[in-house]
């Protein structure tokens, strides 16, 4: 039996001073965003995730954001190197909360650049973005990690968007959800399904056809709904307006029994 955790990290003091490349600054209520993250942690456990807290990083303001700090694939975390140098201090207390459960630690290292919100699986196809923050070298060192793994790691350029998972991800059946402002190219997709929200782009699959998407689309939820699924909103507005998704405020863990 897989034990289904997530790892999660408090919301540093300083995270109205988060990076942006693809919008325009606004104002961020930082006691909101506080229980925003709250909520989100709330829905994980009320849905079978057990959510473990990594150490704080309160000098990093972009550190809730803990998926970008590794690539969860069975019983191996690969610890990222990320593309922007102020965010490679949220590395050591990452590794140290996912070493701590029991995973191989495996590193990309330079010239490679790699950030976790760059990285879409399902089943044993890894998909990679490569632009702004990963790069071609660091892509090719997560497959020489995952290859071996038996894994399919497809490199994705990316050119209108922060991250690949702030453009898409995917539904339990392998059908990659996208908004048409947001990819580049649907046709690297075997399965597409275009949604009515930029914000439903971004689904996290908790368990039995449950899926946790931004309260920020409706629409995509009733699109979601009538597929069969049950879609499970959470307000995470605070952390959108820094490019945060439902996707990056945790590394979901379920590799290890």
């Known amino acids: 039996m897989h034990h289904q955790r997530a790892l999660v990290r408090r919301p540093s003091p300083r995270l109205t001073e988060g990076l942006l490349t693809h919008i325009e600054r606004q104002p961020i209520d930082v006691d909101r965003a506080l229980r925003q993250w709250e909520g989100y942690r709330a829905t994980l456990e009320a849905h079978g995730w057990e959510t473990i807290e990594a150490p704080p990083a309160e000098d990093c303001p972009d550190s809730v954001f803990i998926e970008d700090t590794m690539v969860a694939y069975a019983d191996v975390a690969v610890i990222a190197n990320p593309g922007a140098p102020e ?25 490679g650049t790699l950030d976790g919100g760059d990285v879409l699986k399902h089943d044993r196809t890894v998909w990679v973005g490569v632009g702004d923050r990963t790069n071609s070298e660091g892509a090719r060192q997560l497959a020489a990690t995952l290859e071996p793994l038996g894994a399919r790691v497809i490199e994705v350029p990316i050119t209108k968007v922060l991250h690949l998972k702030s453009a898409v991800t995917a539904l339990p059946d392998g059908t990659v959800l996208g908004h048409p402002s947001f990819v580049d190219d649907p046709t690297v997709f075997d399965e597409y399904l275009e949604v009515p929200e930029p914000d439903g782009a971004h ?13 920020s689309a409706p629409k995509t939820a009733e699109l979601l709904a009538g597929l069969g699924y049950t879609p499970v909103p959470v307000d995470i507005s605070e952390f959108e307006k820094l490019e945060g998704c439902v996707t990056c405020l945790s590394v979901r863990l379920r590799g290890l029994a």
């Open 87 to 111: 965010r490679r201090a949220e590395i050591p207390g990452a590794e140290l909360a996912v070493r701590s459960l029991g995973y191989k630690i495996a590193r990309i290292t330079s010239p």
């Open 203 to 215: 689904v996290v699959l908790l368990n039995e056809g449950r899926l946790l998407i931004s309260a």
